[in-house]
């Protein structure tokens, strides 16, 4: 029998690794199995900054499961990202805080979501329904989901359990949440590092809509100006993009972290999904206020189509 | 601002509509604002007599919903189960013990499913996880829906907690589970008073699947030769439902409660979906064993794909 794996989505964000490594241990601690933390891509450097600081292993790389293996889904449902060869595994369980889409069983299943600002705060109310104590280490990786998740709670996503949740855990990380979370998410926004293609797929996800597939990117930084210097070779990037995967729309986000503001870079044949509610300017949405995928871009998305 | 409404599914079930006068209530009492119990179907005879022994009163019969209604799902989540206009609505909460499919938000929900034998018995964790009281008559309701879903727990989708549930609400409805349960069921089995076209509507569900639409249908008795003396009519409004919705396949299965045994009218183009694994002679195919839909006959039908 093969082990239960879990993992998060497939561009991994702090939250989907971190979740990752939690929910296994909660799961090992409470079926007396052991659960084996996967993930399906790259870890990007916010997420780098918990890991190091926390001491913790970086989950298992994988690419796709066998017929028949039992999986742990968080932070996301939707089959367009998710594992190659999710079809034929035995989902058993998802813990999610994003809507429903793309995603079906042959069984009924453990699933529980809840309209918050990050998987981490579900995960630490199961590790008080199920009685298990939280270890600092657990601590720490939950407090980085939300920070990561929630922009440090500015994020409009933010809700009351995300906020009460992060003070008992800055409680039992030991760590302050303002200090540590301003370093983590600073580490998040050296992009200098990465050439345009890995820049638009750093924290990039797919969706399907009424036939239409697109896809919404997102970088944070501390200066918008400084990563639109490379625009036009991250415009060619999205355009080789577009091409290879038969989008309808691709939208590259770049928000600032400081100011909880985005500008986005929108290409493709569905630009009005965007600017029906933004004016684009030579392919840039300027967008005030904007900071959350989830919760402003998507459904604005969804709302235009 | 119209009242949040709660309901359950087509052809409603002894669950259905009991777990949607449960949820409004808890979510009334949860909330501070009244939520509305409805219903998409007539009550069946099980359920009657439910209601009546615990002095409930019937839910509000809706057929469709407006644009933004918010609503709360029970005991269901597939589209093809559910009220008209649902595409249009605010999906706010699931609370459901079925596979996922067929179903979409263009929002974050809380969705909360578990694969236990009965809705009610997650909405008495609910109770519980929130602190509210359970009144008698609540949890008359609530230990109503766990018998007829388990069939007083001999279903093979009776889980631990189910158990559990049952044996407390036993207390808190102050009834014994086996006289009230045992009567309960066989007010269900009355089915001499039906039309063949009502029998087979009684609790049917249909489902989705590669294209593939079918119904499964299903109607407890004490004797399966008593149902099967209509066999003939039965099968008439069979074909004229398959020919009116363009079914592959429909299944009416017959469940005898005593023995926990089913007999199912295998009738469409797709009758190999069901024949792969039993026997079918003269549209009969005998199922030794069988009683749950959802656990049994559903997941064969699903794997025969």
Chains 1, 2 share one sequence.
Do not use: W
């Amino acid at each position: 029998m093969e082990k239960i794996i879990v993992f998060g989505h497939k561009n991994p964000d702090t939250d989907s690794i971190c979740s990752s490594i939690v929910m296994a241990d909660l799961q090992t601690k409470v079926r007396g199995q052991e659960v084996i933390a996967c993930r399906l891509g790259e870890i990007n450097e916010e997420t780098q900054y918990a890991l190091n600081y926390f001491k913790a292993e970086t989950p298992k790389l994988i690419e796709k499961v066998e017929e028949g293996q039992i999986v742990i889904m968080v932070d996301h449902n939707e089959f367009s990202q998710t594992v190659d060869g999710i079809e034929n595994a035995k989902i058993d369980t998802v813990i999610d805080h994003h809507r429903i889409n793309n995603f079906k069983t042959a069984e009924p299943l453990f699933y529980y979501a809840q309209p918050v600002g990050c998987t981490a705060t579900l995960l630490y109310e199961l590790y008080k329904l199920n009685n298990v104590k939280i270890e600092p280490k657990i601590a720490g990786l939950m407090l980085s989901a939300i920070i990561s998740d929630t922009l440090l709670l500015k994020s409009p996503t933010t809700t009351e359990k995300d906020k009460k949740a992060l003070a008992e855990l800055e409680k039992l990380a030991n760590v302050n949440k303002e200090t540590y979370g301003l370093e983590m998410l600073k580490a998040g926004t050296n992009l200098d590092k990465y050439t345009e293609k890995e820049l638009i797929n750093l924290d990039a996800k797919m969706m399907e809509s009424q036939g239409a597939k697109y896809m919404v990117a997102q970088v944070n930084t501390v200066s918008i100006p400084d990563v639109l210097k490379r625009k036009a070779q991250i415009e060619e990037e999205i355009k080789n993009t577009i091409n290879e995967k038969e989008l309808s729309l691709f939208v590259f986000a770049i928000t600032d972290i400081v100011n909880s503001n985005s500008e986005a870079i929108v290409l493709g044949d569905r630009t009005d999904l965007i600017s029906k509610t933004y004016e684009i300017n030579d392919n840039i949405a300027v967008m005030p206020g904007v900071v959350s995928r989830k919760k402003q871009i998507l459904p604005l998305i969804e709302k235009n189509m």
